[in-house]
């Protein structure tokens, strides 16, 4: 299901890029300066939350149209691996790096918290790493999905316009029929259009595992959409 | 890996499978103009292990395109291609078989060392092992230095010896080289020729793709005449042996004492012509005519009977 020496290979190749170094940084000094140790939305709330975000979309973007047109995936393709197992790869190599970030961000949010005197770390604190990773991994699934029908980093740039154009929808499309109650229902929807955010289980263990379920069913079915997706791209470029 | 030799099943009469077949393959490409391109048309040839086969014909004449449809990187219209008797996506398959693109392009980020361990991982090689091998032929094909840098910094030369040494990694048993000498200095494309040598003397099967003709007489056992996606004529290079060519200082007094001397031969104005059945045959050659009195000028090897061929057969040229 995963080739873990293309994950490897892929996740060296994304913590060397300098655009998602430049991200990472940003992302450890806003977890460094909001985070407080023992509350950790603090430490991946607001900004950090928001640089979360763009790391998982820098990461995400073109994570098999970039192998696939430079050509180097054909080669690696030539070799004993299947199609799924060399997205499955591509993936896990995204995801290890954003793992890497993820953690760096959290030390850097519990040494900015120990430098302030911070509270003493709970377990609710280091649970927010693995759910914080399983929420940019889902989001991950969902780019790899996108792109594997779409050219080059234009996978994220529709993930952006999608979560745009819904926003829109919701804050605009109630009031303008006449439906305000609507509204809700709507709210009910976003619920279920992606990857939720997991963090909630580091405090209200119970009410917070649905959530954390759902978002790994995410990770499991957009990779399985974009194995689908991509061995039809490939059938249909060798007919081509 | 199997040390070159096809482990596949045989035909009823136990001739060995060939390591590459194809048959009738046909591919027509959609064209701009919303017609039709017939890249590669009723195409059959085999290569055997230990047997190095060429490719020749103009750009367009679907060598590529039959590279790609032997290893199935695209499906054919009609027709088959099997591996060593098998279908070339068996995942069995695929590691005997190395296949070094034309113009290849790499991730940029990682290195040349970094990207053959990759592929010495995929191709069942420990870890360990894995860095090993990948040093080990970086070396081979003179790419040690570069092969530490990444892959964005590679000139034409560079990438063209990573997608070799990536094609020879796995001791593969069957190699197809597309344009591998493109963008390769002399010091490369003779690299190149004794690393052709090697592997057929390994008995791994190779078909190359060059439009370096004089290269091609040199290492290949066959070549196939392409135009058009056809195989207009099949050439046995060695069978035909080599040709050596002497530019005399005194022809008009060396055509009766060569005639004698070496009856085989033929003189052309101040050329005389000799079939040799191999390089090593050549100083014997010269010695002979130092001998008969000849006072020579330049001796040389030709290729130019390929390329006569060549122009012949794919140019339509007498």
């Known amino acids: ?240 | 890996m199997t040390g070159g030799q096809s482990t596949a099943t045989s035909s009823p009469t136990s001739t060995p499978t060939p390591a590459l077949e194809v048959t009738d393959l046909r591919k027509v490409y959609p064209s701009r103009k919303g017609g039709q391109v017939v890249a590669v048309d009723g195409l059959t040839f085999q290569v055997r292990s230990g047997e190095v086969v060429g490719l020749l014909g103009p750009n367009g004449a679907g060598k590529t395109t039959a590279m790609q449809l032997a290893l199935s990187l695209l499906d054919p219209d009609a027709g088959e291609a099997r591996l060593f008797g098998q279908h070339p996506e068996l995942l069995q398959v695929r590691r005997r078989v190395g296949y070094a693109p034309d113009a290849p392009l790499f991730p940029r980020k990682l290195t040349g060392l970094q990207l053959l361990a990759l592929h010495a991982e995929l191709l069942g090689f420990p870890r360990r092992d894995a860095r090993q091998r990948a040093e080990r032929f970086a070396e081979q094909v003179g790419f040690a230095d570069p092969a530490r840098r990444p892959a964005g910094t590679y000139s034409r030369g560079e990438a063209q010896r990573l997608g070799l040494a990536l094609a020879l990694l796995g001791d593969p048993d069957l190699v197809l080289l597309d344009e591998p000498t493109a963008g390769l200095d002399p010091a490369g494309v003779a690299a190149m020729r004794e690393l052709l040598v090697s592997l057929r003397a390994r008995g791994a099967a190779v078909l190359l793709n060059s439009h370096l003709l004089s290269e091609v007489e040199r290492v290949c056992d066959r070549v196939l005449f392409l135009k058009e996606g056809r195989l207009l004529r099949t050439h046995e290079v060695r069978a035909g042996g080599r040709r050596v060519e002497v530019r005399l200082v005194n022809p008009a007094q060396m055509a009766g004492p060569l005639a004698q001397a070496i009856p085989e031969g033929t003189l052309e104005g101040d050329r005389f012509r000799v079939p040799v059945a191999s390089e090593d045959a050549v100083p014997a050659l010269v010695r002979q005519l130092v001998a008969a009195g000849a006072g020579i000028l330049e001796v040389r090897l030709a290729g130019a009977e390929l390329e006569q061929l060549y122009l012949q057969i794919v140019e339509g040229r007498a």
Request: some cysteine; overall charge positive.
């Open chain 1, 1 to 240: 299901m995963i080739s873990w020496p293309i994950a490897r290979a892929a996740a060296r190749e994304k913590l060397r890029s300098p655009g998602i170094l430049a991200i990472g940084l940003c992302f450890a000094a806003a977890a460094a300066l909001s985070g407080r140790a023992g509350a950790p939305r603090e430490a991946f709330g607001g900004f950090g939350i928001a640089f979360l975000l763009v790391l998982t979309l820098a990461l995400g973007a073109g994570l098999l149209a970039g192998e696939l047109e430079s050509g180097h995936a054909q080669l690696v393709l030539l070799r004993p691996i299947t199609r799924a197992a060399w997205v499955g790869g591509r993936l896990a190599g995204a995801g290890i790096a954003l793992a890497a970030i993820v953690v760096a961000a959290w030390l850097a949010a519990a040494g900015g918290a120990a430098l302030r005197g911070g509270q003493t770390l709970s377990l609710s604190a280091f649970g927010v790493l693995p759910l914080a990773v399983l929420w940019g991994f889902a989001w991950l699934s969902v780019l790899a999905a996108i792109g594997a029908v779409l050219p080059g980093w234009t996978n994220s740039a529709a993930l952006v316009l999608a979560g745009i154009a819904w926003a829109t929808l919701r804050g605009t499309l109630p009031a303008a029929l006449g439906h305000p109650e609507w509204a809700a229902w709507l709210a009910e929807l976003s619920n279920y259009l992606g990857p939720q955010d997991p963090l909630q289980l580091a405090f209200r263990p119970r009410e917070g595992l649905g959530t954390a379920l759902y978002d790994l069913s995410w990770v499991f079915f957009a990779w399985l959409v974009a194995v689908l997706l991509f061995n039809r791209r490939e059938l249909a470029r060798r007919r081509a």
